[in-house]
């Protein structure tokens, strides 16, 4: 993997691990890196997207951000698989609740993504492919939560491309089809993973209801999110 480089991604030498955490923010992956990872060695500064590799309970594990929606985390997945060969990749994000029963800082497992977007038009399929992620990585870390006491939710998401849509009805019909939670990036993800022959898990955390309005304050939103790192870094 010596001195491969992406028009993205240019690690200089930097190892990238197989399994990497793929929080939305570069500045989260960091925090990351900064809290919860050993020797860590910044791999990507390429746009901002800083990347890092380092261990954890000796495990050698990596954390990225993505940017936001499918078109910035298709490029960074993509080119992580293609290129660097990695193997597992779990997306630690944020995400509205569209269901009474999922409340805010809740945790979600993102069994199956559906989508609103044309991200999988490029596959020319002749019918729709079922968004899944990878069992493997999605029982682990259902194990791992129980082992914590951890409550998550394990369901069907929706990975949109529009944060503010025109259409404020089209929500309540993915509602009905009991679709937990709305977020833009798994579409990418799992279809990446998918194509390419990786792993691939989302876990959430509910920063706001599109149901009671109820919204996180960053504060309260850093604590949730260390429950969701917890469950992602035992993965590796
Ligand atoms: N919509 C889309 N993505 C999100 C939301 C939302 O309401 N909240 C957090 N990520």
């Avoid at 399929?125 to 079922?130: D, I, R, T």
């Avoid at 029982?139 to 394990?154: C, D, F, G, L, R």
């Avoid at 404020?168 to 833009?184: F, H, P, R």
Wanted: hydrophobic share 40%; aromatic share 8%.
């Amino acid at each position: 993997m010596k001195n491969i480089q992406t028009p993205h991604i240019k690690p200089e030498g930097v190892e990238i691990a197989e399994t990497i955490l793929l929080p939305g923010d570069p500045l989260r992956a960091k925090f990351i890196a900064d809290n919860f990872l050993e020797n860590s060695v910044c791999f990507n500064k390429v746009r901002g997207m800083l990347g890092y590799t380092g261990t954890f309970k000796g495990k050698k594990i990596s954390v990225m951000g993505t940017g936001m929606g499918p078109g910035s985390i298709g490029i960074y997945s993509y080119e992580l698989i293609k290129f660097f060969g990695v193997k597992n990749l779990i997306r630690i994000g944020t995400c509205g609740s569209l269901q009474r029963d999922v409340n805010i800082y809740d945790v979600i497992l993102a069994m199956a993504s559906s989508t609103d977007t044309n991200y999988m038009h490029q596959y020319n399929l002749p019918g729709q492919l079922s968004l899944h992620a990878s069992y493997d990585l999605l029982s682990k870390s259902h194990e791992i939560a129980k082992e914590k006491n951890i409550n998550v939710h394990v369901g069907n998401i929706l990975s949109t491309d529009i944060f503010y849509s025109a259409d404020k009805k089209s929500i309540d019909n993915w509602k009905k089809m009991g679709i937990l939670a709305v977020e833009m990036e798994s579409v990418a993800l799992y279809a990446n993973a998918i194509a390419l022959g990786a792993n691939a898990l989302t876990i959430l955390t509910v920063s706001d209801s599109l149901i009671t309005g109820e919204e996180t304050t960053p504060e309260e939103r850093q604590t949730a999110f260390t429950k969701m790192v917890e469950i992602a870094m035992e993965l590796a």
